[in-house]
């Protein structure tokens, strides 16, 4: 089947330091891979994604590169800061087209100042 | 509207009542999700419509759940007969066309069964 492991949570961090979040995924197919985040009282919102081998998803600061050897997609910024701290689930989504995102459970960082 | 809205926002209901939770998604958009977030876990999927139709409902628990997209645009999830394991955030999302990647979500529907 299709799922996705991500490190337990919660991480807590100063500001300024340097974020990984690991993700690991077993796919069936092919997937696609994305990182969404949850702040607080808001909805999951796309933070970035790669579609395809060696791909590099970036946004806002953040990045994750799509390793198809080592089925990881794991999520890094340089310089975390307090704005940051939210849920960040990564997930999968096999074969093309708008099959089914499948999640993994989220992992809280908590951003100190 | 702007995004994908759900309501109504929370919901508390008796044990063994009847809910309805509505999604609106983006206009024009053809793919709609239903996804259930237990707390300290991920969304897990429960069904999918591509168009008025019903793609994928194979993460529907149990026949207890039932879900409806009558015209193509408006969906609705209606749960019978509720427990109180089926307290959760219900989640929708919607996508804009076949081949797109990414989905958007609603704030979500907070239900308490007590």
């Known amino acids: 089947g299709n799922s996705v492991t991500q490190m337990e949570g919660p991480v807590t961090l100063s500001e300024e330091a340097f974020l990984t979040i690991n993700c690991t995924y077993t796919?069936?197919?092919?997937?696609?891979l994305f990182w969404y985040v949850q702040y607080p009282g808001e909805g999951l919102q796309l933070l970035l994604k790669?579609?395809?081998?060696?791909d590099k998803g970036s946004n806002k600061g953040f990045e994750a590169t799509y390793r198809k050897e080592t089925t990881s997609f794991h999520l890094e910024k340089g310089s975390v800061q307090v704005s940051d701290s939210a849920v960040y689930f990564c997930?999968?989504?096999?074969?093309?087209?708008?099959?089914?995102?499948?999640f993994g459970k989220g992992t809280r960082l908590s951003v100190i100042a | 509207g702007a995004g994908v809205s759900q309501t109504p926002s929370n919901k508390v209901t008796e044990k063994g009542k009847y809910v309805e939770l509505r999604c609106d998604p983006i206009?024009?958009?053809?793919?709609l999700y239903w996804y259930r977030q237990s707390l300290g876990q991920g969304p897990e999927f429960l069904i999918y419509?591509?168009?008025?139709?019903?793609?994928?409902d194979s993460g529907l628990p149990n026949d207890r759940f039932f879900a409806v997209r009558p015209e193509g645009s408006v969906s609705t999830l209606k749960i019978q007969r509720t427990e109180r394991g089926d307290s959760a955030v219900y989640l929708c999302?919607?996508?804009?066309?076949?081949?797109?990647?990414?989905?958007?979500f609603g704030q979500g529907t907070r239900l308490t069964v007590v």
């Open positions: 999302a919607s996508s804009p066309s076949r081949g797109s990647t990414e989905a958007f």
């Open positions: 796919a069936t197919g092919y997937p696609s």
């Open positions: 790669a579609t395809k081998a060696d």
């Open positions: 997930a999968l989504r096999v074969n093309s087209g708008n099959t089914p995102l499948v």
């Open positions: 206009s024009g958009h053809t793919a």
């Open positions: 419509f591509q168009g008025t139709g019903a793609a994928d």
